[in-house]
Each structure stands twice: as C-alpha cells, then as structure tokens.
C-alpha cells in the first residue's frame, strides 16, 4: 500500500514563507503527475498546483506567482515553496497523484500538513 508523508506545514505571518514536503513509500510518482491539494473547512478538497513527469507546472490562480511545485524523482518526492503567504491560504494541504492514487477503488489519502497564516 502506498503511503503519502506531508510535512512542512506550520504557523506564519502574513508575508511569511513555508515550504512543503511530500515523500511516497511507492515509485508510483517516478510516473505520474504528482499536485499538492488544499482541504479548508466545509469544502472539497482542491487542487492547487500540479506537475507532470515532463515538469509542466499548472497553478490555480490564487497561487499564481507565489508557489512553486518541485519534483525530486530520485527522492520520489514533490515539494512546494508557498511565499507570500495570505489569510486565504491556510488549510491541511495533501500531495497526491492526478489523479489521486485509488486502493480498493477508494481515493488513499495521507495525513496532510496544517498550514495557518495569521498575525
């Protein structure tokens, strides 16, 4: 069973910086297009950037210019730097593949990282 490990998250400033990381216990992202999704509370989850194998990037428009998604294939890990941090950011971010990995035909899902802006 694959196993998604977030980390990086935690409290800032507005303004501040965070950077995320994300490893898979499986090779599954050596093939796959690997994003990072936000959950905020009462809404789906979200996904806000994307990178393929060939390191294409997509941003949703909020993060436009002020994240970026790395991949480390060697590491079999995606990374992503969030600077400029708003008030609207804050939330449990989760990595995944696109689209998101399926085990018994259920989304698998990791624990995620809690990220908070606030002053």
């Known amino acids: 069973q694959v196993q998604l490990v977030e980390s990086g998250g935690g409290w800032v400033q507005p303004g501040g910086s965070l950077r995320l990381s994300c490893a898979a216990s499986?090779?599954?992202?050596?093939?796959?297009?690997m994003a990072w999704y936000r959950q905020v509370p009462l809404k789906a989850r979200e996904m806000i950037a994307r990178?393929?194998?060939?390191?294409?990037?997509y941003y949703v428009d909020s993060v436009e210019g002020r994240f970026t998604i790395s991949r480390d294939a060697a590491k079999n890990a995606v990374d992503l730097q969030m600077n400029n941090l708003k008030t609207e950011d804050p939330g449990v971010y989760f990595c995944?593949?696109?689209?998101?990995?399926?085990?018994?035909?259920?989304?698998?899902w990791g624990r995620g990282t809690q990220v908070t802006v606030s002053s």
């Open positions: 990178i393929t194998t060939g390191a294409i990037r």
């Open positions: 499986d090779d599954i992202f050596r093939t796959s297009t």
């Open positions: 995944n593949t696109v689209p998101a990995i399926l085990i018994a035909s259920q989304e698998s």
